[in-house]
């Protein structure tokens, strides 16, 4: 067989191995065996020094295009390959872009929150300032300046969580409680704020403070050991009943629609005096009687009262150029109230299915 012959069977051979390449690393081997150092078209090359030399021009011609023709060939096939994996990735990974997102879920303010600020705007419209106190207080602050003599029950460690600390020459709280002014526990009201308030600011005080508020209380429907206030208190010159009660006529119609009636219904708090209740018509039954307010037609929503000449004596304000109102209004009451529910400790547990409602 002639060396021509010879060539045409390896370029045969070459297209065979080249095309039958299922892969890159098929591929590769292919290239190596041809045309890498000791490939069979390396190793053509370095014959053609032994050919003899009228032979030559013919069979060198042929073998360099025959290299040539290989290297093209390896090439298209390794383009052809890439192409294709490109094809196969865009198939299995490919992106609808015209597929709709998927849209994050978002999430909104708790309830008690948007009531409470609910509460803010009310007061806010009304010039009043919004106000902050501490939740772990001393006595001072949430009993003894608010005029609660030391008898008082709700200093009980039963209706208050004191923050017993065992360091040596530390009060721990006695019961009864009849410890110094330094007893600190988790605020009961935010009652303690007005005491902060007045510390800070001179009369007139129109402000607001709402908070969070704890008792010793086991959850049940209607109670919770941790819950909400926003107390109010305004302290001028000249301030009476009658703006007591326009405040809050103004902030129950606000709050649960202008149709509303309301009724102050006389009550004690050691720090007001007079002091009342104040309770809005049933929304239920429109103060006919049903079993939401309990067959009365009225519902409690806040206490309040004049703000008891001993509590601005305590805080420096002279009662006899002064006085003044306070309320205090229970934020997971407006919350059950305004949609009817069933139980408060819903609002505590983090069920979205029932927190996403509002
Ligand atoms: N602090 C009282 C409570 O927790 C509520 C209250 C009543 C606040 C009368 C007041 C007030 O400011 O004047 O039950």
Redesign the pocket.
């Known amino acids: 067989m002639s060396l021509i012959e010879d060539l045409d069977a390896l370029e045969a051979r070459a297209r065979e191995m080249i095309e039958g390449a299922d892969g890159a690393d098929a591929l590769e081997a292919a290239r190596v065996a041809l045309l890498g150092k000791k490939g069979e078209i390396t190793a053509l090359m370095h014959m053609m020094g032994k050919v003899a030399p009228e032979e030559r021009p013919v069979l060198g011609k042929r073998a360099n295009e025959l290299r040539r023709i290989v290297e093209t060939l390896v090439e298209h096939a390794s383009s052809d390959l890439r192409r294709q994996a490109m094809a196969n990735l865009m198939a299995t990974e490919a992106v609808d872009v015209t597929l709709p997102g998927a849209r994050p879920t978002l999430g909104h303010q708790h309830l008690i929150n948007q009531i409470a600020q609910e509460i803010e705007d009310v007061f806010c419209a009304i010039g009043y300032t919004v106000e902050a106190g501490p939740e772990v207080e001393t006595s001072w602050y949430n009993f003894t300046a608010l005029n609660a003599p030391m008898d008082h029950p709700s200093r009980s460690a039963r209706d208050t969580f004191y923050v017993v600390d065992n360091a040596p020459g530390s009060v721990v709280h006695p019961e009864p409680h009849a410890a110094g002014e330094s007893d600190v526990l988790l605020r009961?009201?935010?009652?303690g704020g007005?005491i902060h308030i007045m510390e800070h600011q001179e009369p007139p005080i129109y402000a607001i403070v709402p908070g969070t508020?704890y008792r010793p209380d086991t959850a049940d429907a209607c109670h919770l050991p941790q819950f909400h206030?926003v107390?109010?208190?305004v302290v001028d010159e000249g301030i009476t009943f009658g703006d007591l009660k326009g405040t809050l006529d103004y902030f129950a119609k606000a709050m649960f629609g202008p149709e509303r009636k309301t009724r102050y219904r006389p009550h004690f708090?050691p720090?007001?005096e007079p002091?009342c209740e104040l309770d809005v018509s049933c929304h239920v039954c429109g103060g006919k009687g049903c079993s939401f307010c309990k067959h009365s037609g009225w519902i409690e929503i806040?206490?309040?009262?004049m703000?008891d000449p001993n509590v601005l004596i305590n805080c420096g304000v002279d009662p006899e150029r002064y006085t003044g109102?306070?309320?205090?209004i229970?934020v997971e009451r407006v919350a059950a109230l305004r949609y009817d529910l069933p139980d408060l400790r819903a609002l505590m547990t983090g069920d979205m299915r029932f927190l996403a409602q509002f």
Not at 188 to 191: A, H, M
């Open positions: 009961t009201q935010t009652s007005q508020v206030q107390e109010g208190l708090f720090f007001t002091s806040l206490g309040c009262g703000v109102f306070a309320f205090g229970g």
